[in-house]
């Protein structure tokens, strides 16, 4: 849901052991001061002994805290219940770096969403381990950096490259990067790089996946997008997606329909996160869309 | 969501014009009396001038108060912010009259999705305007009343069947139920009688939609499952779906796909019904699903 | 696509290495002895070098020869080209034993649609390891057999349930049928035997995969019809769907789903088999539906 | 399917009165002259007095006739079914002219999938009645051409517009071009422009439907793309699709879902159009995809 044409929201999120008056004390705190709550989702693991998940939107015009006062006035109630908690103005449009390798189905879509409007975020920059997809990016008017990977100072490059990226970005999007990220780069933004790869049924393991699943003769080729976490590519799904096959498709057309999906899968991840719609429990997520 | 391994919930529908304090004062409410939420939705029309909706759900074993006293307790809360409200006991299951003619997908379909445990609501019978249905209901031992509908006294058949139905059961299933019921008992049971029927792209008029429809080579056949009003096929729509279809597929073919997505969109929205998922504003729905 | 409505057709399955004229001998045969052909399908893996696959369908009712003429008449073509082939007469439906334990929603949903003229079958009978599900058959006037298999004593078991079912039935399908079949019936009935199971994205290894899944957080429950092959749940895949799950669905609903689009899948998996629709080439199904 | 990593064919695509021994008599002249089919398919609306459809494909590289020699040859057996009958070699890419508005969701799509090779054609140039979309075409170095059409005297200048297309292009994109094309230029391509629309369950006649849509809360967004024909928005169906939405959608979103579902179904139409993958059959479409 897009905020284009809406007032500027405040949104909470919040995560805490479940009890009763948790919902009671926030929509009171936001009464208090004013805020007039536009959305609002919750969701326990259980009732009795659970994690209660709350994200609440409020207008932002008429709340008379500013943000200062907003953290100092909700803190003791986070105190209290014992809150994992966040606060998001959207006024405050996150700003992303997005890495890409050769690939570009991911990058063009990601563009097109963003100039239309669809994806209300800033992107700082693309950055490449290649030249390639430069002139690609050059028209939207975005810095395109070229931050080669050596293999035998990867660490040397990454490292580099993280300082690079430090304080420029909120979030990063591997669009089809090929570079696994050394772990120093996934803890300075944890649960803010969104990948996407493909996902077979079943699972194949190895190399050239496409190869495995045309040889199987799957009759779907899926998409998973998903928070980076040191362990590869098993990080908290935010979304998932799959297209139809036949004995039709060639390797090719598995590859053309597998792009198709992970453009779409990407997308969708992109624009939960972008609107604080993602909570972390653990290696699951709870999305409020 | 079923509710079948939890304890007992009470959930509250509730609209009226948006303005600040609502939900504050509901989950002040609900706290105040020992309730634990443990679902809770709501939307806006519109942030400033609009309508506001929620459906809040909490455990029945801790509150305080019974029925009567919740209604005596949170009538004033009502009057205050003008609302349209109704309070449920997911003890309370709901009783449910299901109407057929002839085809049986749908009716089939049902009673499987009750005896699993899937749909939790009392089917009190099924009523038909022929007896050929009845081998397969009575396995279920379910009654099966047999209400012919001549063309020529029409309303004092439907009088007659309204009375019989009245006092024993809260909505009704029109399972592909071939005749149009008359204003009365359209009355009786406002928002409360659900109906499937085919949809297409582009709508057909006139008889015979599905041979229209494959004339016409269309590539999706659709279902629409609605409540039902004064305009026939026209009340506020619950659920849709579509299936597939190309040009292999004959007549029979289309009418079969038919027939599968009628029965899975029916069962979606008897499910959020029974559940007291949807309210209605005019003529479309809310469904917090 | 059903032949209900139609004349009867006869059918040819083939495969054998691409190279130029097969097609032209095998219609030139066909019309030859008066054959009208209504439908058919080829594919080759590689123009050059590969294999061929072909179904064509013609109706019975012109066609001049017998079906010992035709294996008489046919056989020098599938020499001259190195064919397997197979004939099959849309007259002669198929006898199918279904084999069930505890789960019925594929059972149920597999004998509505065979009922209903959907599934072009004869069911010679349902097995069962227990004896639960009885009540559930005998409405269709089915036998219903209990086959017991006791632990200490399978492969006696199972070969009781081999003799009975030897010259009864032409293949068998696997309704949520929670017994892994010993290789000496696999071997029975190659390429013709059906089995369904849940499948997830990623897969996941061990026990109670739904669990798994849900600790996961998927965000699609997936199901997969195959051919049993001594490979358990590796055999050729006729058919996979899935269906779209969220944070709100507790494990009972991720069952409730997993049911939903497993009795869909395997209803597509015999309907394309029951229409001689799919030739086995390795470990993949060419499926011309 | 993608033709690029093989071998050039030639396509075949034939209608034609259904009677015994079309297929035999195809096959042999394609044997004959040492086409080694790579792909076909077939379809009858009828068995016994019926149409035939045809779509076969042959290696161009083995075949020994030129395309004049081909016609030559195959015109007494064209005669002698009474067969329409068209020719289409892949080496030959059909040049493409694509016209827009405003909207630049499909144009964008188009041009991608145009450029990663996934759509084989030639795109001549772009048309618009309006400057805006230039930017984005020029850095692909397809000319943008600008032809107003101003209401005063729209017939002088779609006439204009005619003139200047003839001879240029093999086929027409409407990629959201919001003008009503004049009967000669429908004449002057038939079955030959694509064009793309939003449908909705139920049908909305008149202004607004995304309003409509709205106001009426429907679950799904479709696109539907067809052939221009006189009869506006109502010529044979190629490709549909739909999306799912609810109550949380507002009227952006199901704008922004409409653009999603509009661009998939386009690009479906456009690829099975330059692969020769359509027949038209009076007011429908058979596609051998």
Request: neutral net charge.
């Amino acid at each position: 849901m897009s905020t284009s044409t809406q007032a500027h929201t405040i949104t909470l999120l919040i995560s805490c052991p479940d009890r009763p008056g948790i919902v009671a004390a926030i929509s009171q705190f936001i009464f208090q001061h004013q805020g007039n709550i536009c959305q609002s989702d919750q969701h326990s693991t259980d009732l009795h002994s659970g994690t209660f998940f709350m994200r609440i939107s409020f207008a932002e015009d008429s709340f008379i805290l500013s943000r200062e006062e907003l953290v100092r006035a909700f803190t003791p109630i986070a105190e209290r219940f014992g809150m994992h908690w966040s606060v998001h103005y959207s006024r405050e449009r996150k700003r992303v770096g997005i890495l890409v390798s050769k690939f570009d189905h991911c990058l063009i879509d990601l563009l097109w969403r963003w100039r239309s409007g669809e994806l209300e975020m800033d992107i700082s920059f693309v950055i490449s381990n290649h030249p390639d997809l430069e002139p690609i990016v050059r028209p939207y008017g975005i810095p395109y950096h070229h931050f080669p990977i050596r293999r035998e100072q990867r660490q040397q490059d990454e490292r580099q490259m993280l300082e690079f990226l430090l304080g420029k970005v909120d979030f990063l999007i591997l669009a089809r990067y090929m570079q696994i990220l050394e772990p120093f780069i996934v803890h300075a933004y944890p649960h803010r790089i969104i990948n996407i790869h493909h996902s077979f049924l079943p699972a194949f393991v190895g190399a050239k996946p496409y190869e495995q699943a045309f040889e199987r003769g799957v009759k779907l080729i899926g998409a998973t997008a998903h928070y980076v976490t040191e362990r590869l590519d098993e990080g908290p799904i935010i979304a998932q997606d799959v297209i139809h096959c036949n004995h039709r498709d060639r390797l090719e057309d598995l590859i053309r329909k597998g792009k198709e999906v992970e453009r779409r899968v990407l997308a969708q991840a992109v624009r939960v996160h972008i609107e604080d719609r993602v909570l972390v429990h653990g290696n699951k997520t709870i999305v409020f869309d």
